[in-house]
T-cell receptor, first 116, second 116 residues
Framework: EAQVTQNPRYLITVTGKKLTVTCSQNMNHEYMSWYRQDPGLGLRQIYYSMNVEVTDKGDVPEGYKVSRKEKRNFPLILESPSPNQTSLYFC???????????????FGAGSRLTVL | KQEVTQIPAALSVPEGENLVLNCSFTDSAIYNLQWFRQDPGKGLTSLLL?????REQTSGRLNASLDKSSGRSTLYIAASQPGDSATYLCAVNEPPNTGTASKLTFGTGTRLQVTL
């Protein structure tokens, strides 16, 4: 089944403890992206990647890192999490630029992160 | 900076009613607009994508329209069913800044409940 898989789905951690949220897609998509969703603010893009070793900042990249060493994987790294990073995180992928032509984004199920 | 607004934030209708969800955006220079559905505990599912040159798109009981010049889109749901209960988000796809990919900007969504 074509899908985007995120892990963990739920995580409670403490301030400063490094964590990684993994994202993997099995559709050979070139474009991958991370979003965070907060009440009243909608989805905001954190980082995106157009291909292996090509990443760029979205609207809210502060406090996050990403890497794209393989086409299928795009982990989100929080080196020193803080409470303001408590949020619902989504990974998404598309064949090319999202929305261009038929390049519709496929989303993962989300990872709910709580930082105490 | 593009801003996407969805009104109302929440809507409750009895089963069988036809309904309209609204999306407005501030910058009309867009590639396309997408409507997504979000179910609790799940990711977003793309419903319809309208290119900037199109006026509407239809899929089953769903019809999305786009008036780019006025910065508006509507999602019409015919003969609503309890299974339509979800949050509906619109997103506009804008041309890229130099050296970056095109960008999706999401609205905050309309939470729809269809009652028996």
């Amino acid at each position: 089944e074509a899908q985007v898989t995120q892990n963990p789905r739920y995580l409670i951690t403490v301030t400063g403890k490094k964590l990684t949220v993994t994202c993997s897609q099995n559709m050979n998509h070139e474009y991958m992206s991370w979003y965070r969703q907060d009440p009243g603010l909608g989805l905001r893009q954190i980082y995106y990647s157009m291909n292996v070793e090509v990443t760029d900042k979205g609207d809210v990249p502060e406090g996050y890192k990403v890497s794209r060493k393989e086409k299928r994987n795009f982990p989100l790294i929080l080196e020193s999490p803080s409470p303001n990073q408590t949020s619902l995180y989504f990974c998404a992928s598309s064949l090319g630029w999202p929305g261009s032509g038929a390049n519709v984004l496929t989303f993962g199920a989300g990872s709910r992160l709580t930082v105490l | 900076k593009q801003e996407v607004t969805q009104i109302p934030a929440a809507l409750s209708v009895p089963e069988g009613e036809n309904l309209v969800l609204n999306c407005s955006f501030t910058d009309s220079a867009i590639y396309n607009l997408q409507w997504f559905r979000q179910d609790p505990g799940k990711g977003l599912t793309s419903l319809l994508l309208i290119q900037s040159s199109q006026r509407e798109q239809t899929s089953g009981r769903l019809n999305a329209s786009l008036d780019k010049s006025s910065g508006r889109s509507t999602l019409y749901i015919a003969a609503s069913q309890p299974g339509d209960s979800a949050t509906y988000l619109c997103a506009v796809n804008e041309p890229p800044n130099t050296g970056t990919a095109s960008k999706l900007t999401f609205g905050t969504g309309t939470r729809l409940q269809v009652t028996l």
